[in-house]
Structures are given as structure tokens and as C-alpha cells.
């Protein structure tokens, strides 16, 4: 998740050295994830030719998409989070608070 949320950053910014500052990293690590995420997509989200970063047609989709990836990811994790500190005696159930 975390390669998404430095796609976004990097899509907001349309610049890897703006980017990677903002998220508080160095700007090569911040461009392997990109290809990371690139290769595990296997599509180019950045046309990065004439010196400017621009987002290519996936680009595009991915930025609509991710938001609302990283929210369902975020509220995954703290489903999980409050099922393991539950009573185990008492599991949840589908129709109980915790959903």
C-alpha cells in the first residue's frame, strides 16, 4: 500500500524531487517504488519524457482508483486490529459492531 501512497504523492506533485520530499525520503527510492508498482501493473503510470511527469492513460485510472483502495485498506487493517483484541471467547459476527 504503501507504493500507492507514494504514487498518489507523486501524481499530486507531478515531480519525483517535490514528491520525495513531502513524503520525507530520498528521490531514488522514491522512483524504484514507482517502477515497482509499474512492474507489478505492468503499465507505465508516468510518461516522464521532456524533463516533465505526466500521467499516462493508467495513470490516470490509478489516481482515481487508489483513494478509495488505500481508505479500504485502512479500514481492513483496523477491522483486523479490533477482531484481534477481541475476547476470543466471544468472536465477532458479521452482525456485530465491529462490521
Known amino acids: 500500500m504503501r507504493h500507492l501512497e507514494c504514487f ?7 515531480h ?3 514528491a520525495a520530499e513531502r513524503l520525507g525520503m530520498e528521490q531514488p527510492p522514491l522512483s524504484q517504488r514507482i517502477r515497482r508498482l509499474e512492474k507489478e501493473l505492468e503499465a507505465d503510470l508516468f510518461d516522464r519524457s521532456g524533463g516533465r511527469v505526466r500521467l499516462t492513460p493508467a495513470g ?3 489516481m482515481r482508483e487508489a483513494p478509495d483502495l488505500l481508505k479500504r485498506h485502512r479500514r481492513m487493517r483496523e477491522l483486523v486490529r479490533r477482531a484481534a483484541e ?7 459476527r458479521p452482525w456485530t459492531e465491529i462490521y
Request: net charge negative.
Open 8 to 14: 498518489l504523492v507523486v501524481g499530486e506533485e507531478r
Open 16 to 18: 519525483f524531487g517535490r
Open 60 to 62: 490516470h485510472v490509478l
Open 86 to 92: 477481541a475476547d476470543p471467547a466471544d468472536p465477532p
